[in-house]
């Protein structure tokens, strides 16, 4: 009965595929499964770049605007500044309201004026210094001009003359050429006191220093004053023109968006500020010309990429769907395969068809049961493999609990015995090694410890030295009194590995003599830094070998042995504190010795920690 059943079935799917009803379906399955997500989450995924990439192109040039117009409140803050002390001048003064009978008197009196020729020279942000005065006896010499009628008809010379505050304009001159340029200038009045002559001040800003400062790669940067007429720009071809041509009908005082710009669309920031005592406005555009093509070409690549992953995936389907009939046999051959109880068949077959679904259910059947299998046998190893390293890391503990201990009570032992055959010295050497070896033993792991242990502790190591080397080795140890060494911390075992490197490297060559000495004071300047020096009378360092010393400090390098301890003393210090604490390492030359200086922080404690 079971197998006429199962002829019944393939026989149903040999005709449903020759009628081609898989291949049919195949591609139903993937529209509905393939085509039509895909197509809404390319549409998030356009949607959401696009709307990410113009927000971070906006954020970067709302920034660099802000800067632009810091930029520019200080340049002109100082140029109001220099305007103040120019237009109070008295020898100007003095000068301005003199008659003068013959022009060499007036040429003189300039000449002999240093104060414009100072603010010129020294302040480059200013392009000129240029003094208008309605002096009759006036003639045109350096920077000084008569006041002509075109002058007088100025709109910026008329607003000069009828208020006393400094206002900016967009100054526009040309050259011999007819080559028009234009000025950001600060115009103000010059109040001649007891004279019946006006004079304006006029401070043009140099276009090529606002340009050096504000130059920033792939942004445009455009100043215009009250009138919308852009007086300064980063690109010539905007200069003269009203700031509406750049960015159309627009709110000035605050503006952020894409603007279509002679047929482009660029990405555009419009802010207003206000200058330093003036009743003028400054209108900063900032523009981003590459950023809506750079959106494009990005949206363009997604696309791109969305389109061929719907289209590969219809070929393959296409061509695979093909020879789906013969694999008829291939689902028969595999279900004989399963039920005699061997799981390895192949994954050949796909789809939404009767065909393709029993042989999914079968392959994930199969899959399921071996992966099955798989995990329970990983799992079991698993559990051995952490059951082992369990016990090899008790093993650790414990030898490293009981070989250091051992080796203590050995040593008091060895002790013991040498103070019974009253070998007093060494039964001190071995009790102060001893000591040595206990306070390791307790600060192992220890994250501080207070300063009259590590005093003690190097106290003991030096006396060591001091037994094997004698006279070679003499040490002083010296504390601030303001220093409580009881509440003081410090990283444990910091000091001794530079007492280490000063006997060893320091005192190497040293007959007799030689001395380490360790300082701990607090910082005069910052009494919340710990100072701690050693200093040995030693060989000392060159200054070639002293710089490589401080270059080794940085690089890790473990075949390097010599500068290993100061190494890690010195990453120990700024991974626990970072700046400003460190090592500093000083020596006068060869033959002068070496100290050592370690900057810490001044830790205070009511409790041990």
């Not at 019944?8 to 009803?21: A, E, F, P, W, Y």
């Not at 103040?84 to 003064?93: E, R, T």
């Not at 200013?126 to 002509?148: G, L």
């Not at 009138?227 to 000035?252: P, V």
């Amino acid at each position: 009965m079971g197998n006429k059943k199962s002829e019944k079935k393939n026989t149903s799917l040999k005709k449903r595929i020759q009628k081609g009803g898989i291949k049919r379906q195949l591609y139903r399955v993937y529209i509905f499964a393939g085509v039509i997500p895909l197509t809404i989450i390319g549409i998030f995924l356009l949607i959401n770049t696009y709307s990410m990439f113009k927000s971070y192109n906006e954020e970067l040039l709302e920034s660099y605007n802000r800067r632009v117009a810091t930029t520019l409140f200080e340049i002109t803050t100082q140029t109001y500044n220099i305007s103040g002390k120019l237009a109070y001048d008295k020898d100007l003064w003095n000068l301005l309201s003199n008659n003068y009978s013959d022009e060499s008197d007036e040429e003189f009196m300039i000449d002999n004026l240093k104060v414009i020729d100072d603010y010129n020279y020294d302040y480059t942000a200013i392009d000129s210094i240029e003094i208008y005065c309605d002096n009759d006896t006036f003639k045109d010499y350096e920077n000084f001009f008569k006041v002509t009628d075109d002058i007088e008809e100025k709109s910026w010379y008329q607003k000069a003359i009828s208020q006393s505050s400094a206002f900016w304009v967009s100054m526009e001159t040309s050259d011999e050429n007819d080559n028009i340029s234009y000025n950001l200038s600060l115009v103000r009045k010059i109040p001649l006191v007891d004279s019946d002559y006006h004079a304006v001040l006029v401070m043009r800003l140099s276009s090529n220093y606002l340009n050096m400062r504000l130059l920033e790669e792939n942004y445009i940067s455009a100043i215009s004053v009250s009138n919308l007429e852009i007086a300064f720009c980063s690109e010539e071809k905007y200069l003269g023109i009203n700031m509406d041509d750049i960015a159309g009908d627009q709110d000035y005082t605050k503006f952020l968006g894409l603007v279509n710009v002679e047929g482009r669309t660029d990405l555009v920031c419009i802010t207003k500020l206000s200058p330093y005592h003036s009743d003028s406005e400054f209108y900063i555009c900032t523009i981003n010309e590459d950023a809506y093509m750079q959106i494009r070409k990005t949206l363009t690549i997604c696309m791109l990429i969305i389109i061929f992953s719907i289209l590969i995936p219809a070929i393959s389907i296409h061509f695979f769907s093909n020879y789906f009939a013969d694999r008829i046999k291939t689902l028969k051959n595999a279900l004989h395969k399963v039920s005699g109880g061997d799981y390895n068949i192949p994954d050949a077959l796909s789809g939404d068809d009767e065909v393709s679904e029993a042989f999914t259910d079968l392959v994930i059947a199969t899959k399921t049961m071996q992966e099955q299998k798989e995990k329970v046998y990983e799992s079991a190893l698993r559990e051995k493999e952490l059951e082992k390293q369990y016990e090899e890391t008790k093993f650790k503990v414990l030898a490293g609990q009981i070989n250091p201990h051992f080796l203590y009570n050995t040593l008091e032992t060895i002790r013991m015995k040498a103070f019974k055959a009253k070998d007093r010295e060494v039964a001190t050497a071995i009790k102060t090694l001893g000591k040595i070896l206990r306070y390791v033993l307790d600060n192992n792991g220890m994250k501080k410890t207070n300063l009259t242990g590590a005093l003690d502790y190097i106290s003991n190591y030096l006396s060591i030295q001091k037994l094997r080397f004698g006279d070679r080795i003499n040490y002083e140890i010296n504390v601030d009194d303001s220093i409580d060494k009881d509440r003081t911390y410090i990283l444990p075992l910091l000091i001794q590995p530079l007492i280490e490197n000063a006997i060893i490297h320091g005192l190497d060559e040293v007959e007799e003599n030689g001395k380490v000495t360790v300082n701990i004071t607090r910082d005069k300047g910052n009494e919340d830094i710990l100072i701690i020096d050693v200093i040995d009378n030693g060989c000392g360092i060159s200054k070639e070998n002293l710089e490589k010393l401080l270059e080794k400090l940085n690089i890790d390098n473990e075949d390097e042995k010599r500068s290993i301890g100061l190494k890690n003393v010195y990453k120990r210090v700024t991974m626990s504190y970072g700046e400003p604490f460190g090592m500093e390492i000083k020596s006068e030359g060869e033959g002068m010795g070496t100290s050592v200086r370690l900057l810490l922080p001044f830790d205070i404690y009511e409790h041990n920690v």
